[in-house]
């Protein structure tokens, strides 16, 4: 029922995401425009996302809470630059209960003044400093044009907010955060990443500084999943968020938010799939083998023990691994696994018994070793381990030998247009940035991270900066 | 800053319990009316639920996958029952995107109608079932008297929705979650359930049999926490969930739906907690023990490393233990973490040092416990056992003292007017139920689990009968 074929990349790269998520079965399109379904097997990769990045805030002090949906207009209305940013893209809710509402309710498109009305209450003095709060919520943004994870009406994610006494401390955290995303990025996801400040043009509506997540797809797009905002007190004062400090003297709150959606999943996708369908990093593949029954006829009674023996064993060390003893093809039951990215298939049937030997199928590459019984759970750790490592490299190698250097702004316009990143000195004008990002529809992904010193030529100006950034076509 | 004093039971059973909630800091309300903010030390209780049930559920073969929050009103009005119970109290979304919406949108109240629109995709064969999911999510139900967790707006739950072949095997699941919430009560919350069928008046709307589990509140009124429903066909014929069975005739499918809310945190802190603030069972404490230092003067250093050396031990036998060093009198910390209901504190200073013994003080009862150093780690085990294993204890005898049975109509009202449970025959006619709720403000909460064949004699008509129910004011 699913056997559609899977557009090839080179042919047509956004209908081969398509298809690809279809396919595995991650998702499935809502019955409102732009919203979506996440089906079990994509929400098992969220669930491990959760797991390792819930433990990893809970590491630095941070504690969850939760906040509601719901925000009166009069409070999303009290940061200019935050309404400005985000009231084209609110759902409204005008009527409840049978009633028309006295007060309009926006749906959360980010918690930065349903939170902070809240601090305001919380924070008194500079004991309750810093405060580290984080939720797992869903948010809604109007869309117009929707894509499965990458973009949609309503997305999961999650967001912290933090109070401090200092912008350094502020800072300090908005840094910090940035690294966890780009740590689980590399570390997990197997997502090599581009980490660095917003321009003044695409900072977030109300932030003082924005820094990034961004990595770039295999069609040399640049697609951002996580970022990290140091607000000042564009919030604290709007929002009264003040403490008292060791001298007794009223203070604002210096305050930091940063999040990471679903959108990751997206970037997960597009980075390792191939043309065969889903690619997965062991580490978040919900099931990292299936050890599939093959050629199963009078001993089906040995293979299927043998079968339940091995996966006992991998359980054991800790290995998400399932059976698939179903009375189906070989080559339907490869055909679905593959599909869906399992790292590894254990082969097993009537020759393997007879040779105390199982066959690995590594999905990245499709090679197949013979592995003796008594190996399996040593070489399964291994080839695991292998698996997310070379993805990794090979995810890189498609990143460095696409971020380009240019001569001139024609040659930048050319590169990009190609599918590739350039890494070339830009004054980081708004206007002139706005005005580069309509002509060409190229933007600038992020400030690279240097020691702020060394001077170069602005690719569109001419005129001298500091600002080394990535210029790209962006998701 | 907390330092009103909490109401008393006797004096006012529902201030007391917005006082426990508020000097506990488990939530705060939210801008709009009714809406609740959980704060961390409140949702880390639901953290902990969350991980105990999303196992349990898991062992059951459940899958997770989240649906999405916007329902289109056409959906939603398919299933005639259910659009009757929930269109008085559903929000709408009327604009999105700065326009005008062609189609209202509900924002879900239960998520039936948009989770069988995507079932009906996913449901061919009888190979895909049983079929059974859940989701952790945001509902909101514009309700007019709001309590927090006991009635918001918007809270928090998991909703499983499953599809079978057969109405026995709907009935089966039914059951079964039925029972994994009961054991979840029981064992973790501490709470003594009675659990049974819903009369016709009380029952989901759209269900074909529902099922509910009770608990007693300390002040004899009666709070359902979850419910678990057998749907029978009623959404599957509207919603198109058909399945091919063994003989390639296409069937309808049978359905469940089952929840558990934050709802439960209220009675968790309603059965439990005393006129000095919260109490929770050890199972459900996010902090289990609180070492508290005392009379810290010259010997600071010495004190402060015995209790690193106790919070280590008891964290390497899994005890979830925080440590309080904080400069503040021992009766403003002893005061804090009684309000905050940990289990068990133990007090440490300089003569406890000399003595080489801590003092381990019981919230449940104040008790105060020599334990020398050596023992400290068993017998915190065995107390926090006898704690959790008390406190349930405590509750059944509340509850079975307060179940009656009367001679006649009068009666029953009385004694359900003092705070009482009555169990006895009634024909669950619904008018009849709905004039008495109407009257007397008595509901019916539930059909006690009987074999269904003893009759009795209906408490109001005379008449007789096979049911055996509770009658109780309700929350």
């Given at each position: 029922?699913?056997?559609?074929?899977?557009?090839?990349?080179?042919?047509?790269?956004?209908?081969?995401?398509?298809?690809?998520?279809?396919?595995?079965?991650?998702?499935?399109?809502?019955?409102?425009?732009?919203?979506?379904?996440?089906?079990?097997?994509?929400?098992?990769?969220?669930?491990?996302?959760?797991?390792?990045?819930?433990?990893?805030?809970?590491?630095?002090?941070?504690?969850?809470?939760?906040?509601?949906?719901?925000?009166?207009?009069?409070?999303?209305?009290?940061?200019?630059?935050?309404?400005?940013?985000?009231?084209?893209?609110?759902?409204?809710?005008?009527?409840?209960?049978?009633?028309?509402?006295?007060?309009?309710?926006?749906?959360?498109?980010?918690?930065?003044?349903?939170?902070?009305?809240?601090?305001?209450?919380?924070?008194?003095?500079?004991?309750?400093?810093?405060?580290?709060?984080?939720?797992?919520?869903?948010?809604?943004?109007?869309?117009?044009?929707?894509?499965?994870?990458?973009?949609?009406?309503?997305?999961?994610?999650?967001?912290?907010?933090?109070?401090?006494?200092?912008?350094?401390?502020?800072?300090?955290?908005?840094?910090?955060?940035?690294?966890?995303?780009?740590?689980?990025?590399?570390?997990?996801?197997?997502?090599?990443?581009?980490?660095?400040?917003?321009?003044?043009?695409?900072?977030?509506?109300?932030?003082?500084?924005?820094?990034?997540?961004?990595?770039?797809?295999?069609?040399?797009?640049?697609?951002?999943?996580?970022?990290?905002?140091?607000?000042?007190?564009?919030?604290?004062?709007?929002?009264?968020?003040?403490?008292?400090?060791?001298?007794?003297?009223?203070?604002?709150g210096w305050q930091t938010s940063w999040g990471i959606s679903t959108r990751s999943i997206g970037a997960?996708?597009?980075?390792?799939?191939?043309?065969?369908?889903?690619?997965?990093?062991?580490?978040?593949?919900?099931?990292?083998?299936?050890?599939?029954?093959?050629?199963?006829?009078?001993?089906?009674?040995?293979?299927?023990?043998?079968?339940?023996?091995?996966?006992?064993?991998?359980?054991?060390?800790?290995?998400?691994?399932?059976?698939?003893?179903?009375?189906?093809?070989?080559?339907?039951?490869?055909?679905?696994?593959?599909?869906?990215?399992?790292?590894?298939?254990?082969?097993?049937?009537?020759?393997?018994?007879?040779?105390?030997?199982?066959?690995?199928?590594?999905?990245?590459?499709?090679?197949?070793?013979?592995?003796?019984?008594?190996?399996?759970?040593?070489?399964?750790?291994?080839?695991?381990?292998?698996?997310?490592?070379?993805?990794?490299?090979?995810?890189?190698?498609?990143?460095?030998?696409?971020?380009?250097?240019?001569?001139?702004?024609?040659?930048?316009?050319?590169?990009?247009?190609?599918?590739?990143?350039?890494?070339?000195?830009?004054?980081?004008?708004?206007?002139?940035?706005?005005?580069?990002?309509?002509?060409?529809?190229?933007?600038?992904?992020?400030?690279?991270?240097?020691?702020?010193?060394?001077?170069?030529?602005?690719?569109?100006?001419?005129?001298?900066?500091?600002?080394?950034?990535?210029?790209?076509?962006?998701?």
């Amino acid at each position: 029922m699913n056997d559609k074929k899977i557009t090839k990349r080179k042919e047509d790269f956004s209908q081969w995401y398509l298809d690809v998520v279809s396919k595995a079965e991650l998702s499935d399109y809502g019955a409102v425009k732009g919203t979506m379904v996440i089906r079990p097997y994509g929400y098992a990769i969220w669930e491990i996302e959760q797991q390792i990045l819930d433990k990893k805030f809970k590491e630095t002090g941070v504690v969850n809470a939760y906040f509601p949906l719901f925000i009166p207009e009069r409070l999303i209305n009290k940061e200019k630059n935050h309404v400005e940013g985000f009231s084209p893209e609110v759902a409204v809710v005008t009527h409840a209960g049978g009633k028309k509402l006295d007060e309009k309710i926006v749906v959360r498109p980010t918690s930065e003044t349903i939170i902070y009305e809240s601090f305001s209450k919380w924070v008194h003095s500079y004991r309750d400093l810093p405060l580290l709060i984080n939720q797992w919520a869903n948010v809604v943004r109007w869309e117009l044009k929707t894509k499965p994870f990458i973009r949609t009406t309503e997305f999961l994610w999650q967001e912290g907010h933090t109070v401090h006494e200092t912008i350094e401390g502020a800072e300090e955290r908005t840094l910090q955060m940035l690294n966890v995303y780009k740590d689980f990025s590399e570390n997990y996801m197997a997502i090599p990443t581009i980490i660095g400040k917003k321009t003044e043009a695409e900072k977030f509506a109300g932030a003082l500084n924005t820094y990034s997540v961004e990595a770039m797809m295999q069609d040399g797009k640049a697609l951002q999943y996580a970022t990290s905002h140091n607000l000042g007190q564009n919030f604290s004062k709007p929002f009264d968020v003040k403490y008292l400090d060791k001298e007794n003297k009223e203070q604002y709150g210096w305050q930091t938010s940063w999040g990471i959606s679903t959108r990751s999943i997206g970037a997960l996708i597009m980075v390792h799939s191939d043309d065969k369908g889903l690619v997965l990093p062991p580490k978040m593949a919900p099931t990292q083998i299936t050890i599939t029954t093959i050629s199963v006829k009078e001993n089906k009674k040995e293979i299927f023990d043998t079968t339940d023996l091995i996966y006992k064993k991998l359980i054991e060390e800790n290995i998400r691994v399932q059976t698939d003893k179903r009375d189906l093809t070989p080559g339907e039951k490869f055909f679905e696994w593959e599909r869906k990215g399992i790292p590894i298939r254990i082969d097993i049937g009537a020759e393997e018994i007879k040779n105390k030997e199982v066959v690995f199928v590594n999905r990245i590459d499709g090679s197949k070793t013979k592995v003796s019984f008594d190996q399996i759970p040593t070489k399964a750790k291994e080839m695991l381990d292998q698996i997310q490592n070379n993805l990794y490299q090979n995810a890189l190698k498609n990143q460095e030998g696409k971020i380009k250097e240019v001569k001139n702004w024609n040659e930048l316009v050319d590169e990009v247009s190609k599918g590739n990143f350039v890494l070339e000195y830009f004054c980081c004008k708004k206007d002139i940035e706005k005005q580069i990002n309509e002509d060409t529809g190229i933007t600038v992904r992020c400030i690279k991270q240097t020691d702020g010193k060394t001077k170069g030529i602005c690719i569109k100006t001419g005129k001298e900066t500091t600002n080394e950034v990535y210029f790209a076509k962006s998701y």
